[in-house]
């Protein structure tokens, strides 16, 4: 039986690259960031957290909790974007901030990144900050019960390698995964060896296969919330409806929305606005309402 063609077979490699590298499809990219600032500079300065958590042995493996006022609070844990390669938490404290005024606990981890790391230590590393809060979140004010997922670009990628995990093979009650809210996300990390970013990526085809979240099973039932910016180049906005057919094939029933006049970075400032779809998302994988 011949194999199908890659989706992406037929694009030039400028055109490949500007389909698969969001800097180069925005290149005003760091705008968006500057304007978040003072949102983020005032979570950091207004919110109780409690900083540097570690879940592993490195430096990276740190997570920031901001913790809700009620014990016993839901946990929702947000991982940023990057590409595998740039970021930290202390640029997101923004995301806690409409949370926890919903009584959300909230837990931002940093993970291991390109090209200190591969691509599997990336991987590996999210899911032991999951793994840690799942054990530990309670003695910070969580319930380790009622752990949901957000994560954007690189970071919903994060999101489906948790809801890909046997838990209960690392000893841990499957079920605690509350929902998972993913927002223009990479789930095959294979055409990004086709980009200048794959310098420093160092994806093999090897390594792609491991993490191809587009072709391993989800081994989750939560429910899954997946989201991407409608002026976002047609084959990264694709990703989101392949992953998501990808769910449906294994019996899920995700929700799917194109939101419009958005692109990949301005698309994070639903998490500043109350009534957003994303927003409203997250609540709900929290168990917090938001419909």
Known sequence: MTSRPSPWASLSPEEHEFHFNPQRAFPDFATHKLRRAPANEAALAGLRREAELAYGPTPRHRLDIYPAARPGAPVHVFFHGGYWRANDKNGFAYIAAALVRHGITVAIPNYELCPDATLDGTVASARAAIAWLARHAGDHGGDPTAISLSGHSAGAHLCAAVLATDWA???????????????????????AMLTSVNEDLRLTPEIAAR?????????????????????????????????????????????VHVLPGHDHFDILDQYLAEESPILRAVLRAAGAGGA
């Open 169 to 191: 093979a690392q000893g841990l009650a499957p079920g605690f995964i509350s929902g998972a809210v993913m927002t223009s996300g990479i789930y095959d990390p294979l055409p």
């Open 211 to 255: 993490n191809d979240f587009e072709h391993l099973p989800p081994l989750s039932r939560a429910p899954a919330h997946l989201f991407v910016g409608g002026r976002e180049p047609w084959h990264w906005i694709d990703q989101t409806f392949r992953y998501s057919h990808h769910l449906r094939r294994h019996g899920g029933d995700p929700e």
